[in-house]
């Protein structure tokens, strides 16, 4: 691990402002995926600002219905909350999906939506990856590329989003607060928040330099059958072949959102509006643009069945 400074800071603002002013800076909370890359020397930050000590961490009420989440909420304590068990249960499934016991109690909310992928040649320094290294290629198009994406990706980069629980804040319209080193507040909705990879796959969220993430905002709660099912490759604490949350109404219609398929949970409106005709048009509309490997090609009839049976089992 490359030697670093440390600091602790006491307001949002400031935490921004010294992430700017100090070049190579990262943000700690939790660690659970920083701490991780740094021993591997994929992130070398010169500087951590740790974050912990903010006022961050409640679940609260908005004045329209829904709830503001606190960026350093843990995933344990978010899944846990009576509120969200009730009104927004395919997020709360979603977190237990994820990880461990133990990794969900450090684990923080705008943690997990900034976690970066696991694709193993990322995680290789002995690999070109293009995340990792920009302009060095990558490796995972002629390598093993079972787990990767087969939508959304580029020549640059076909690595996905790891988050169990970003996939539940897309399908529930989720936005992002932040805050500047100006002092600027700003909101991003989730559906925005992630950038393709294009040719520039190492930039993979529109955040500023030094912007932090203050919460997470729901909108009122949807009702309808909630539902999370994750497919992997072992029971339990392993990422995503795919995943599908869904809420689904009494009458057929409501929207569904996929993780283990691309650079970001991979929603489209589009696809909501044919729910009513079954899983078959709804996947049409979500892979009209789908690109797999031979290895990963697997992965669309996993995402066909998995539409089916959710389906099935919200409208049973």
Known sequence: MKAFTYERVTTPADAAASALRTPGSKFIAGGTNLLDLMKLEIETPTHLIDVNGLALDNIEPTADG?????????????????R????????????????????????????NL???????????????????????????????????????????CIATHPSDMAVGMRLLDAVIETVNPDGRARNI????????????????????PGELITAVTLPRPLGGTHIYRKVRDRAS??????SVAAVVQQ???????????????????????????????????????????????FKLILAKRMLASVLTEARA
């Open 114 to 156: 900034l976690q970066r992928t696991r694709c193993p040649y990322f995680y290789d320094t002995n690999q070109p990856c293009n995340k990792r290294l920009p302009g060095s290629g990558c490796a995972a198009l002629e390598g093993f590329s079972r787990q990767h994406a087969v939508v959304g990706a580029s020549n640059a």
């Open 66 to 82: 829904g709830l503001r989440i606190g960026a350093l909420v843990r995933n344990t304590d978010l899944a846990a909350d009576p």
């Open 237 to 242: 604490y392993a990422f995503a072949l795919v």
């Open 251 to 297: 009458d057929g219609s409501g929207r569904v959102a996929l993780g283990g398929v691309a650079h970001k949970p991979w929603r489209s409106e589009a696809a909501d509006a044919e729910l009513k005709k079954g899983a078959q048009a709804a996947y049409d509309r979500l892979f009209a643009e789908a690109q797999p490997t031979h290895e990963n090609e």
């Open 189 to 208: 909705p989730v559906a925005d928040f992630y950038r393709a990879p294009g040719t520039t796959p190492h930039l993979e969220t529109v955040l500023s």
């Open 84 to 111: 969200i068990r009730r009104d927004y249960a395919v997020l709360s499934r979603a977190l237990l999906a994820g990880a461990s016991g133990q990794l969900r109690n450090k684990a923080t909310t705008a943690g």
